[in-house]
């Protein structure tokens, strides 16, 4: 019976995009298995990877879990699939819930995509690279929001952005060794939607400035 | 007499030498007058009793540069910033690609075909190249603003960073002292910019360059008081 309360209910993904950049910390960060317990105990199902330039590839043991997952949508009834679940335990990804069911956190990655628009409308919770397009780009779209800042760069103006839009309640920054304990005491109602842009103040400043009428 | 006509050649070398320094200051002096006429005339609002429609020079960043301009460029009057020439760096080809559909997006809104150019510029500096060969084609990429300014003699500059605008702006201003032609410069510092100004901005603003300089936080207006604050174009 908990095999089939378990199809039914809906995935919830968690995107993590690093854009074009190469920031192998937040990929590793993400793979931990602190991270994903806490992604897990947050009630979301998947997590979406795109990993850009970096080198580090998250360790796909899920393939297997992933099959057997089939066989539980196939046959919920069937218990020996439940049993080849319990058997790959924790370093699978999976974890015990208080009810005694075992459910699995699935991952997956991906090094680039010419938009990751799609990938953004379908995630429950973004965790992203301090670059301003990947910013804007989920927080106009109303998805919960955790900027990673990469720490190893060297100009690192872009932590600037996503200090002050965490200061506005917009998102949430971290760094990539807090990630687990932000993800852990995260209140997304606490998160504020932020505001339509507005470029009509610049606009009539240079109308007002060249002579132009002003409407 | 010898003594005398050393004297003399003195008197002669002196006054000759005495004359240049006279130019020369005099000429020094006409060109910080013209300059900072200019720095003070640019400040202030063009009176014009008639406007008419102005060339405009739109400078398209890169990805999150370009985006921001095309949200400027949404709420513009566009009929009044007419012809407008749009330029990206020549290793860019997305921005002029957003800038064709935005361009499209006006004709379908007045249905009349907009006078509307695309060109690349040359870029002085590619990230990873060497400064010996970069002093090539910083050359070369100031060669090629400076045909493109005179071929095309923008009224208004639109810019917001990063370095493409740079030579363009800087250009544009000697042409304001040399009389060629007079424009108005906006730049508009990228949003990513909130404690700091980038380069180009902090340029454009410690030389004068900007008429309106536009920043998108509070906090560093405060650290910049001749900017404007005006909110978030993102």
């Keep these: 019976m908990g095999g089939g309360n378990d199809i039914l209910k809906p995935r919830r993904t968690v995107f993590v995009t690093v854009g074009s950049t190469c920031f192998d910390a937040l990929v590793q960060a993400v793979d931990t298995s602190e991270v994903k317990e806490e992604l897990f105990r ?40 439940f049993d080849i679940q319990v058997s790959y335990g924790k370093s699978s990804g999976m974890f015990v819930s208080s009810t005694g069911e075992c459910e699995s956190l699935q991952v997956d990655y991906f090094t680039y995509s010419s938009s990751i628009a799609d990938n953004l409308r379908s995630a429950s919770l973004v965790i992203s690279h301090a670059g301003s397009g990947s910013i804007f780009e989920t927080l106009r779209l109303g998805k919960p929001l955790i900027v990673v800042v990469n720490e190893d760069l060297m100009d690192n103006h872009q932590s600037e952005l996503a ?10 920054c971290t760094r990539p060794q807090e990630l687990y304990q932000t993800i852990g005491g995260m209140d997304l109602e606490s998160l504020v939607p932020y505001p339509p842009a507005d470029a009509t103040p610049v606009a009539k400043v240079m109308s007002r400035f060249l002579g132009f009428p002003d409407d | 007499m010898l003594a005398m006509e ?17 130019f020369i200051t005099i000429a020094i002096a006409l060109v910080v007058i013209r300059v900072s006429y200019v720095i003070y005339r640019s400040s202030k609002p063009l009176h014009t009793t008639s406007p008419q429609p102005l060339s405009t020079l739109i400078v398209l960043g890169s ?3 370009t985006a921001e301009m095309l949200n400027l460029l949404s ?21 002029l690609q957003k800038a064709r559909l935005f361009e499209s997006s006006v004709i379908d809104k ?19 190249q060497s400064y010996l060969t970069s002093i090539g084609t910083t050359l070369m990429a100031i060669a090629h603003a400076l045909w493109l300014m005179i071929k095309f003699r923008p009224q208004v500059i639109l810019c917001n960073g990063p370095g493409t605008c740079l030579p363009l702006c800087v250009i544009a201003f000697f042409f304001k002292v040399l009389g060629i032609r007079w424009s108005s410069t906006f730049y508009v510092e990228s949003i990513a910019r909130v404690r700091r100004l980038s380069l180009t901005g902090l340029l454009l603003y410690e030389l004068h360059m900007a008429d309106k300089f536009f920043v998108q936080w509070p906090q560093l207006q405060r650290k910049y008081p001749r900017a404007h604050y005006v909110g978030c174009l993102m």
Excluded: W
């Design chain 1, 42 to 81: 947050k009630g979301y199902t998947d997590l979406l990877i795109q990993i850009g330039r970096g080198s580090y590839v998250p360790i796909k043991l899920y393939d297997r879990v992933i099959e057997s997952f089939h066989l539980k949508i196939r046959m919920p009834f069937v218990l020996s699939g």
């Design chain 1, 163 to 172: 200090e002050e839009l965490a200061q506005r309640k917009h998102l949430l």
């Design chain 2, 6 to 22: 050393k004297g003399i050649n003195c008197f002669f070398s002196a006054s000759a030498s005495n004359v240049y320094i006279y």
């Design chain 2, 63 to 65: 990805g999150g540069h």
């Design chain 2, 75 to 95: 709420v513009l009057h566009t009929d009044s910033f007419t012809p407008r020439l749009y330029i990206a760096a020549a290793t860019d080809n997305m921005s």
């Design chain 2, 110 to 128: 007045t249905g009349v075909l907009e006078n509307a150019q695309f060109m690349q510029i040359y870029r002085s500096r590619e990230v990873g």
